[in-house]
């Protein structure tokens, strides 16, 4: 004789209202391993971002590009800051995690910054790999910001939401520098 589904999971000892509070809780869990990965991405991208930066515009020649990666060097400096104090507030803590992604971004940059063939082209090179540094980070503060949709982590998605615009601020910046060198 075949046993029902219902009649199995009956005989098991789970419900139909078990089995969702377990699915739910998984997504749950899921839902914060995701803002933890992102949240951790998040920072040590800027953190790494402005340790590039840093030895990178002393070495810059052009006054007006140097004056734009030091800005963007203190604005990622007080992004990662913010960031790590919100996630903190709400028991998050960051930590390492492998960024194949952001790893290759920063090596086109680091690539753009020691441009050897055709050296009046670092500038443009160097604004075109932070740019899409730039453009990824706005991606990963969007699905951030997807990942807190419950109430009791408004104040994390609000600040995400700000440090989102900083970030679009930081690309833009750069977008406008590279339309003054055209």
Excluded at 99 to 120: C, G, I, K, M, N
């Amino acid at each position: 004789m075949t046993m029902s589904r219902r009649e199995a999971n009956e005989k098991a000892g789970t419900s139909l209202a078990e089995r969702t509070r377990r699915s739910t809780r998984s997504m749950a869990h899921e839902l914060q391993e995701r803002r933890v990965a992102l949240i951790s991405e998040l920072v040590s991208l800027h953190q790494r971002v402005a340790s590039m930066l840093k030895v990178i515009m002393l070495r810059e020649g052009h006054d007006a590009l140097r004056s734009a990666l030091g800005r963007q060097h203190a604005i990622d400096l007080h992004i990662a800051e913010r960031l790590l104090n919100e996630a903190r507030s709400h028991g998050i803590r960051p930590g390492p995690i492998a960024q194949v992604e952001v790893t290759a971004l920063l090596e086109e940059v680091r690539y753009a910054d020691h441009h050897r063939s055709d050296p009046a082209a670092r500038p443009a090179a160097l604004q075109r790999a932070l740019g899409a540094v730039r453009q990824h980070a706005i991606r990963c503060w969007s699905q951030l910001m997807d990942a807190t949709n419950e109430n009791s982590l408004s104040r994390l998605k609000d600040e995400a939401l700000a440090l989102q615009w900083m970030e679009a601020d930081l690309y833009r910046s750069l977008a406008t520098l590279t339309n003054k060198g055209d």
